[in-house]
């Protein structure tokens, strides 16, 4: 009985497969980020730090639809923000708490089934 040699056969291209893949999600889900401004005293002001993760609901009901915005904050520190949407094209303040998650009714009564929101936020923090 004969026994051959095991030979070592690599296979590079799943590695080298996998490593495009992941230079092409890290190219296609680069966000342009606003500069955020220094205020003075440790406050900042801008657009909100990346820590804040929000998202637009436009919820249907039986006869409308209620347009809600959805906050995660999961900085260590809260926010005082100014969120303008373009459905009422109303301006309305929020304070968020750290480490919390809220909800801002937009309008409760609506026709609208998309909207934007854009936001301008204070904090204290790093």
Known sequence: ?????????????????????L???E????????????????EYGGSPPICLQYREESRP??????LLVHFNNTCDYPLDCSVY?????????????????????VEGVSEVT???VELDCIWRGS
């Open 1 to 21: 009985m004969r026994f051959r040699k095991a030979r070592l056969r690599t296979k590079l291209w799943p590695i080298s497969f996998a490593g495009a893949a």
């Open 23 to 25: 230079a092409l999600a």
């Open 27 to 42: 190219s296609s889900c680069t966000q342009s980020l606003q500069p955020t401004t220094y205020l003075g005293d440790g």
């Open 61 to 66: 009901a039986s006869r409308w639809r209620t």
């Open 85 to 105: 949407n373009d459905a009422t094209e109303q301006e309305q303040r929020v304070g968020l708490i750290a480490n919390r998650r809220f909800t801002l009714v």
């Open 114 to 116: 998309r909207f934007d």
